[in-house]
């Protein structure tokens, strides 16, 4: 899925990405506002193996992850996926380690997978779910997306809003405001 973006590369997972790889996944102050339940060593280095491989998005596959890195860094500063969602919808989502917190990286990135989803893909829909208390991503998802609906979040324990945005939605985003992207 490498993508251009004007600060940040998207690219496959490698074994030096490990170490950031394990903060992504288990640091409190990233993974509580996703929720989801903690990971296990196997899980860690299970996952780790399985993101490490190329992958590329398709609809028959239910996703793929990527290394985000800030442009001409070697650091793995988060992870963005494209999976399919509960309604079995493409649904983008993304984590930074924090000390990447607050620097405009979020919005560029969703900019850019929406870009991604839409013009590369060809998809019709893209979505996004976030828990209704992680505030910093419920801004980013409002620049971009429009609200859909909130649920409860059985797995996670938590209430979430989905977010989507349609391909003709985009499109008119882009002609009245010019590439967006």
Partial sequence: ?????????????????????????????????????????????ENFKEFSKYQEYSEAKSRAVWGIFEQGKKELIGLCALLRNDEDQPEIG?????????????????QGMIHYCFKNLGLELVTADVNIENIGSVKVLEKCFTPVREFYNERDKSTDRRYQLLKEDYNTLCQNKGNIH
């Fill in 1 to 45: 899925m490498p993508f251009p973006l004007p600060r940040l590369e998207i690219k496959s997972l490698s074994q030096k990405d490990f170490p950031y790889f394990v903060e992504l996944v288990t640091a409190p102050e990233i993974v509580n506002p996703v929720p989801h339940e903690p990971w296990s060593k196997e899980k860690i280095d």
């Fill in 94 to 110: 993304y984590r930074f380690r924090k000390k990447y917190w607050g620097k405009g990286y979020a919005t560029e990135l969703t």
